[in-house]
Structures are given as C-alpha cells and as structure tokens.
C-alpha cells in the first residue's frame, strides 16, 4: 500500500469525516416542535438537513483528500478545452470525464462558427425569442434538427436538462401519467413533479415489464406518455427504443425519447438511436437531446409535430415562452458541429473502435463493468463511496482523470466510475488506463474494511 493510501486509512479509521459524510434522516414530524424556529437573516438554510449535510460532507471530503496528500477529484480546476487530454494540477491529464465524444468542443470549425457569431450577434440573445426578434442561426439549426428527425419542426433550448423537465410540465397535468423507465434521468422526474401528473415505473428496458404496467394502470389516466432514453448515462446501455415504443402504441400512449448521450454516437453517420434502429420519425411523438455533449456546445432542443413544437415555442414557461434564448455563439457552434459530422463521419467510426478497444481491456482484466453494453459509457464497479473515491483520487495521481459515482445517482453498493471514450483518445492511452485501472483497484482491495462502506 503506497503512503499516501496508508494516510488516507490512518485518517478514516480515526474517525475524520466518517461521521460527516452520513447525512442524519430529519425528525419525524410528530417529534417537530410545533413553535416557529427564529433563525435570523441570513440563516433561513443553515441548518435545512440537505444543506447542513452537504456542507459537512464536502468538507469533510475535502479534509480527507488534503490530510492524506491528495487530489480531490471533485470540481477540479483546470485550463484547457475539455478534450481527451487536459491540463490541471499543473500537468497534463487523460481525460475520460468528458461527454465530447466526438471532439468537437474545440474542432476549429466549431470555434470560428462560435466566434463569428459571438462578434455579429454578442454574447447573450438578451431576452426570449418572441419578444426580441429571431436571429436566423435559431431556424437554420432547428430545420437541420427536424429533417434528421424527419419530423415537422424543432426548437432550441438553452438546457438539457429544462428541455425535459419544461416539455413534460408543460404537456402532462392531474390526471395524466408518465412511464418512465426506472434507469431514467432526474430531469424527467422533475418534470413529472412540475407537471403534477402520475410516474410509474417498469423494468429497465424491459417491454413486458411496460406491457404488464401499461395493462394494469393505463385505463386510470387520461393521457399517458411513456419516456425511455437512448443510452443510458450511467449504465452505458442501449434503449431498446423500438421495441418499447411498439409497446406503448398498443394501449394508446405517446413516446418521448432523451438522446443526449446517443445523439451523434448510435448510427452509421451519428443521428442517433432512430437511425439505429431504422426507425420513422413519427414512431416517437418527442424527440428529446442536447447540443452539450456530441455537437460540443451547449443547450438542448426538442423535434417534433409542428403543431406541437409550434405551441411549445410560444406558451411553455421554461422551455421557450419568457425564458432567455440559448446564446447566438452556441447556436452556430452546434451548426458547425453538425457540418464537421457530415463532413467527417469517420469520427464516428473512430468513437466505436475505440470503444471497443477499452470495452475489450478492460474486460480482459476481470474489471466489473456491470450491465454495460460495450458502448462509449463505461462503468466500473468500484463498491463502496470511499473506495470509489480512492480509486478516483490515485488515478488522479498518475495522470488519469475520471470521476467516482455515489449514492444517490447509483444505489449504495453500485459505485462506480465512469469512463467516456471520445473518438479522440488513441489506442495507447485507453490500453494504458485500462492497467493503471486495474493496479490502482487491487491496491483499493488492500484497504481496511471501514474504508469500504
């Protein structure tokens, strides 16, 4: 065991920050007082039990990794493109923390695009689009995104993460229901709560789990909107989109569908899962992805029936309607992106090779991958917060750059990191992580056991 492990152990076992990092369950009601707490200005939040809990773990991570004399890989400074190799630390790192999987982020194409645009348009839309006028970057890129779809309009938004979570609220009320794959993205949990509607959930990517939930609930709700994702962000699976469609056609339901990790990684020229799949656009009633992961830019955007995109654009509050437009920059960033994917298709080619490179490493290591599909997503198993951690933190050490997943976003016992490939990183780099991976969890193995909890 390396000093530096032996201090982080000596540090655990003494009690510094095991204690912090296990946030303590708030009171049951009954056992509240009922009399109003005076807090004073500025302390309305200081002690909210999320609040006072996250404070005290990451100060408590932070205490740990800086005790034991190393990196914290949490919000880690550096500067440099998000690429396969950055720099921070004072050194250049292999990245495999980055969704660019296609390295377009700092293709120069993308940059000019984006810089031109920053000097005619500025560096903010200012205000929403139907009320400042449109700037023609706006319906040149949704026209693209519609004909890929082969659907009748898109729209642009300036967040992933809201496009869900607006759509959704925006189209589902009391007495509507969303199925939602269990493996589904927070963002269309939120969306379900904004709208008020009913979540239920079925299998992960399981059509008789959906037909058998759809049989016994579907007649209960008026509409009913079942939402599957493409690839799956932190298992590195495949949706089996098609078959779960189908599924929802039989009992009248429509689909919605988050590319954003499979926009520009599945199909032969990087369109997605409906291509695939070699499926019709209108086999989805919402096409849902981003522009921050594959297209190297920002924001998120929406294809479908024009009608519906149509009213989107003018009446969905968060989504379109009094929110300010994405930035004219990120706009054309994203057009050129998608002009360096047709140009290059190659890139997309290089994505699966690589991938299949690591995926075969990896594996020819005895590494725990859980239910990945030998897709650019790959997880480690690494059970355990403080082994995931270590084992992010000595990587860190050594040159490699990939970021430890905990409770909640995985189940307690499923930690994991998580390993972008980009059709960037070079058969060297990806053969030579997949062994220092593999030393560096062997060394987490010889960690006391109060470190593996």
């Keep these: 065991m390396s000093e530096s492990a032996r201090d982080l152990a000596r540090k655990l076992l003494a009690g510094n920050g095991i204690k912090e990092m296990t946030a303590q369950p708030a009171a049951p009601v009954a056992a509240r007082k009922p009399t109003r707490v005076i807090r004073g200005p500025g302390r309305q939040f200081a002690d909210h039990p999320e609040v006072a809990a996250a404070v005290a773990k990451q100060a408590a991570i932070e205490g740990v990794y800086a005790s034991a004399g190393m990196p914290n890989p949490l919000f880690l400074p550096r500067n440099s493109p998000n690429d396969t190799v950055i720099r921070a630390l004072g ?10 999987y296609l390295g377009l982020s700092s293709h120069p194409r993308v940059i000019a695009a984006a810089r031109e645009a920053l000097e005619q ?5 200012s205000a929403s689009r139907i009320v400042s006028g449109e700037i023609p970057l706006y319906g040149e890129l949704e026209q693209r995104l519609a004909g890929i779809y082969d659907v009748g309009d898109a729209m642009v938004t300036t967040s992933g993460y809201l496009t869900n979570a607006g759509v959704i609220g925006f189209l589902l009320r009391d007495g509507d229901v969303a199925f939602c794959d269990s493996l589904i993205h927070g963002s269309v949990v939120s969306g379900t709560q904004w709208a008020g509607c009913r979540r239920i959930g079925f299998r992960h990517n399981d059509p008789d789990s959906l037909r058998s939930v759809l049989k016994m609930s579907r007649s209960g709700f008026d509409r009913a909107l079942v939402v599957l994702e493409g690839h799956y962000s ?11 469609a189908a599924v929802a056609r039989e009992f009248d339901c429509a689909v919605m569908v988050d590319e954003a990790h499979s926009f520009g990684v599945f199909g032969a020229t990087g369109h997605g899962i409906r291509e ?3 499926m019709a656009g209108a086999d989805v009633d919402i096409w849902m992805g981003t522009l921050s992961k594959a297209l190297g830019s920002v924001g998120g955007f929406v294809a479908a029936d024009a009608d519906l995109i149509g009213a989107m654009k003018a009446a969905a ?3 379109a309607m009094l929110t300010g437009a994405p930035a004219p920059s990120g706009i054309a960033a994203a057009l050129a992106g998608l002009d360096v994917l047709e140009a290059e298709p190659e890139r997309v080619a290089r994505l699966w090779h690589n991938t299949r490179v690591f995926d075969a490493a990896l594996r020819e290591r005895e590494l725990n991958l859980g239910d990945s599909q030998g897709t650019p997503i790959l997880p480690v198993i690494v059970p355990g917060e403080f082994r995931a951690g270590f084992v992010s933190a000595t990587l860190l050490q050594r040159g490699v750059y990939a970021g430890a997943i ?3 976003a995985v189940p307690v016992g499923k930690e994991r990191l998580r390993f972008f490939v980009t059709s960037e990183h070079t058969e060297t780099r990806l053969v030579s992580a997949a062994e220092l991976l593999a030393e560096t969890i062997a060394l987490a193995d010889q960690l006391p056991a109060a470190m593996t909890g």
């Excluded at 050194?91 to 660019?100: H, R």
């Excluded at 348009?121 to 839309?125: I, L, Q």
Aim: negative net charge; hydrophobic residues 35%.
């Design 91 to 100: 050194t250049e790192l292999v990245n495999f923390s980055a969704y660019n």
């Design 121 to 125: 348009y500025g560096a903010s839309a």
């Design 234 to 244: 932190m298992d590195g699976t495949v949706g089996r989109v098609a078959e779960l």
């Design 276 to 278: 695939h799949y070699g």
């Design 317 to 319: 509050p968060g989504v």
């Design 406 to 408: 905990s409770a909640p």
